[in-house]
């Protein structure tokens, strides 16, 4: 599968699941938000590690150099 991620993306995505995964183990976030958060964090992880994003497939983006 061809990556469609630059890394600045890359870089962004795995930041913002650190961000919930701090705010969930500090109890800033709980209950619903925090698995509707959960979620969004692993796919934003498992995202950046791939570096590809169904979606950006989808709607035909990539942010990557090499395309």
Avoid at 6 to 15: E, K, L, N
Avoid at 23 to 36: C, M, P
Avoid at 39 to 62: E, H, R, W
Wanted: charged content about 10%; aromatic content about 10%.
């Amino acid at each position: 599968m061809q990556k469609n991620m630059g890394t600045w993306d890359r870089i962004i995505r795995f930041a913002l699941a650190a961000l919930i995964a701090i705010l969930y183990f500090t109890n800033v976030i709980s209950g619903t938000w925090a698995i509707i958060l959960g979620i969004v964090a692993v796919i934003a992880l498992v995202t950046s590690f791939v570096g590809v994003c169904p979606l950006y497939k989808l709607l035909g983006i990539s942010t990557s150099k090499k395309s």
